[in-house]
Nanobody
Framework: VQLQASGGGSVQPGGSLRLSCVAS????????VAWFRQAPGKEREAVSC??????????YYADSVKGRFTLSRDNAKNSVYLQMNSLKPEDTAVYYC?????????WGQGTQVTVSS
């Protein structure tokens, strides 16, 4: 069982990145999936979440990323993506994906996003 996050990098303000979270050993489509981030000296915070367990999918976006980040999932690829546009320096952090289907709770290893001019 593994959750692999990737896609981080260094970009200038206003740039874009797409983070990927790929699962192996379990079906990611059965899980609620969230992206968290943690900046140096700060607590880990939830950025976005998707839960498709009900008929109507539930999406959550932190106020700080609404209108700039978009979360999507591709069950055929056992993956969830976080498209990040109009990046700001305050988006700089290590980003983690998290998959939950209680009592199972899996974390990816984190991918660094740096936004700087």
């Amino acid at each position: 069982v593994q959750l692999q996050a990737s896609g981080g990098g260094s970009v200038q303000p206003g740039g874009s990145l797409r983070l990927s979270c790929v699962a192996s050993g379990f079906s990611l489509g059965d899980y609620a999936v969230a992206w968290f981030r943690q900046a140096p000296g700060k607590e880990r915070e939830a950025v976005s979440c998707i839960d498709t367990s009900d008929e109507t999918p539930y999406y959550y976006y932190a106020d700080s990323v609404k209108g700039r980040f978009t979360l999507s999932r591709d069950n055929a690829k056992n993956s969830v993506y976080l498209q990040m546009n109009s990046l700001k320096p305050e988006d700089t952090a290590v980003y983690y994906c998290n998959a939950v289907f209680l009592p199972r709770n899996y974390w990816g290893q984190g991918t660094q996003v740096t936004v700087s001019s």
